[in-house]
């Protein structure tokens, strides 16, 4: 069993440092994309409009809209949770215990998915304050 437990939690981590590679590669081709479709737009010797590339940089730059994002996370996360608890059900079958732990971990998994909401909340109020 510890030797199981073992391979479970590197399958964990493993999994997580995909997650996160994939993400910083994710950014990474998209604005090799936007500075590509820059550089297409100079060399066909077209006007360039300001806004337009404020937007197409603003995309990649941070400036998108937090809350939103955090309340989608929130939700997904939120979402997960109930299939934890009855991953743990399902694995009760097989050791009694298990049920109780994967019931605690699918708490954990709410709290993080109801924090990420009130985040969202709360940063789409200082968005609201900062436009005025």
Do not use: C, H, N
């Amino acid at each position: 069993m510890g030797e199981a437990a073992g391979l479970a939690a590197l399958g964990f981590w493993l999994f997580l440092a995909a997650v996160v590679v994939a993400g910083i590669w994710f950014d990474s081709r998209k604005r090799e994309s936007q500075q590509e479709t820059l550089r297409r737009v100079v060399e066909s010797g077209q006007d360039i409009d300001p806004a337009m590339v404020d937007k197409l940089l603003a995309a990649g730059a941070g400036r998108d809209r937090i809350d939103r994002e955090l309340k989608v996370a929130g939700l997904i996360v939120i979402f997960v949770a109930p299939g934890l608890a009855l991953l743990g059900w399902f694995l009760s079958a097989l050791r009694e215990e298990l049920l109780g732990v994967m019931l605690g971990v699918a708490l954990l998994v709410g709290f993080v998915g109801a924090g990420l909401l009130v985040a969202g909340k709360v940063s789409e109020r200082w968005y609201r304050e900062d436009q005025g």
